[in-house]
């Protein structure tokens, strides 16, 4: 993939990214006004939370980081790469159908290992029953997900990256008429947890018509233990363990705040926040990344994969430390402007900007680990992050369990922060033995502390402006007006100081739009 259908494949992705949050963020407005940070909303987000996790699991975690440099080899070496991701989507299939029904069974011991804050509590029903429903999601969405590492391996970005925007699409749709017709909070958890398993079957019938088109026709066929699905259990078994750990370090962080009341949500509405960069830019550059270094180590060419690295990490930082500067300058006006309604009050705004600045810290280290463990997966190396995520884990749980009876709630998202700067320097250690691939070009240095510089200089601005505009903020009817003057400030003062200084030249982002 030459440097341009590199960008052209990043900016794809996100763009659909971009518009699943958008709609995302949509949703969870509507969710926060219609059910607060109560019972039935922290009861839904943890259920939702459990078809979500496994899918990393299982699908974007293990399955697709071994699969997909496979499947792209077997496509640049001519091979019978349909007949294996055949074999792979249905054993997947198997896998997860008989995982779905032992959850129906041990549904109570799952929630309670997603919050056992809840024992003795209303939460705990509702977040059984929904968990119950919602559950089936995983089979759909993991499918989904495979068949998506197959449109992107053979560089076909757009259904994959659209497919999300469909559960969002009809979860609001389910939000809109539970708000117009003041539905019991009770009866819009039932009705969301349906929602999802309806979308997951949408999202799997859209990402199965694009591989049909692009020549795989993937159907079920009877499970057989082949070779290659051998070798694919080897490479995927370690991912596996370092998706787990991952798991375990969000199920700490939930743990911890199911504890607190309303924390679960507030720490879910942040995350909403800061996911927005993360999924656009992190998400976006790692999808287009893997194939395309799986590719070139392939083809023996360093070179390209050496630029195709640094151009990655490039366009990740110039586009998320800004935004983590933002994050941390101007929490409340986000906060405030975007969820306080209804039954989200001021002090859930509040606590939701504490827990987002704090996360923001964070914000370019989750984005670098989308750029470095491209690096070693395509290499079939899945052995080395999973030892990186076990330290993680423990500076996490450290961090989580440790602060959360000095400082509360707040101590799981310093637990998730230090511990993705801890993956990210590990990562970056474990990288340099990887020879003039992962090496640092002349352009990368020259434009990182510019970068820096360029962003601070924007923070600057957007606290000034916020203190300015102080007194409009505090309307609730000209919020998003003035939220929406200070993010345009902060996009010009941002870019007007970066092109001065040489943090990026236009160019770049305009022969990228061009492509």
């Known amino acids: 993939m030459k440097p341009t259908r590199l960008i052209s494949g990043f900016l794809t992705v996100g763009v659909w990214t971009l518009a699943s949050r958008v709609f995302g963020f949509a949703r969870d407005i509507m969710l926060a006004a219609i059910l607060g940070a109560g019972p039935v909303a922290e009861a839904f987000l943890i259920a939702f939370a459990l078809p979500n996790m496994f899918r990393r699991f299982f699908a974007e975690g293990a399955f697709n980081t071994a699969f997909v440099p496979i499947f792209s080899k077997k496509v640049e070496a001519g091979e019978d790469a349909e007949a294996f991701a055949r074999d792979a989507f249905t054993g997947l299939a198997t896998i997860l159908i008989l995982f779905t029904l032992l959850a129906q069974v041990f549904m109570p011991w799952l929630v309670l290992a997603m919050a056992s804050g809840f024992t ?8 059984v029953g929904y968990g119950r429903i919602v559950f089936v999601y995983i089979l759909f969405i993991s499918l989904a997900a495979l068949l998506s590492g197959v449109l992107n391996a053979i560089g076909r970005f757009a259904a994959a990256a659209a497919a999300p925007v469909l559960l969002n699409i009809i979860l609001i749709g389910v939000l809109f008429l539970a708000g117009a017709g003041d539905a ?35 159907r079920p066929v009877r499970p057989k233990w082949t070779p290659e699905l051998k070798r694919l259990a080897v490479i995927a078994a370690p991912a596996a363990l370092a998706g787990g750990v991952v798991q375990v370090n969000l199920l700490v962080g939930r743990q911890v705040a199911s504890f607190f009341d309303g924390a679960i949500a507030w720490l879910s509405y942040a995350d909403r926040l800061y996911q ?13 990344l893997l194939p395309d270094l799986s590719r070139r180590l392939r083809a023996e060419d360093t070179e390209g994969g050496r630029h195709a690295f640094n151009r990655a990490a490039e366009m990740c930082l110039a586009l998320t430390v800004p935004s983590a500067v933002a994050f941390v300058a101007i929490p409340m006006p986000l906060v405030s402007a975007l969820f306080q309604r209804g039954a989200f009050g001021a002090d859930d705004t509040a606590a939701t900007a504490a827990a987002l600045a704090v996360y923001a810290i964070g914000l370019p280290a989750f984005v670098l680990q989308k750029v470095l463990q491209p690096l070693f997966f395509a290499r079939e190396d899945t052995r080395s992050p999973f030892h990186f995520a076990l330290v993680a884990l ?20 310093i637990g998730t922060t230090v511990a993705g700067w801890a993956m990210t320097w590990l990562l970056w250690r474990g990288s340099r033995q990887m020879g003039e691939a992962a090496l640092l070009d002349d352009r990368f240095r020259h434009r990182l502390p510019r970068i820096v510089i360029a962003s601070l200089g924007m923070g600057v601005c957007l606290i000034a402006a916020q203190v300015a505009l102080g007194p409009v903020l505090a309307l609730e009817a000209w919020r998003i007006l003035a939220l929406a003057l200070l993010v345009s400030l902060g996009i010009a003062s941002y870019f007007g100081i970066g092109a ?16």
């Open 394 to 413: 423990v500076v996490n749980a450290l961090l989580a369990i440790g602060l959360a009876p000095v400082i509360g709630y707040l101590s799981a998202a």
């Open 276 to 288: 927005l960069p993360l999924g656009v830019v992190g998400i976006a550059i790692g999808v287009v």
């Open 184 to 218: 019991d909070g009770a009866r819009v958890g039932t009705l969301l947890s349906w929602a999802a398993v309806i979308a997951g079957i949408a999202q799997l019938a859209l990402v199965w018509i694009a591989a049909h088109r692009a020549g795989y026709p993937l």
């Open 500 to 515: 001065g200084i040489g943090a990026f030249a236009m160019s770049d982002f305009r022969s990228a739009v061009r492509r």
């Open 120 to 127: 003795e509590d209303a939460r705990f029903p509702l977040a």
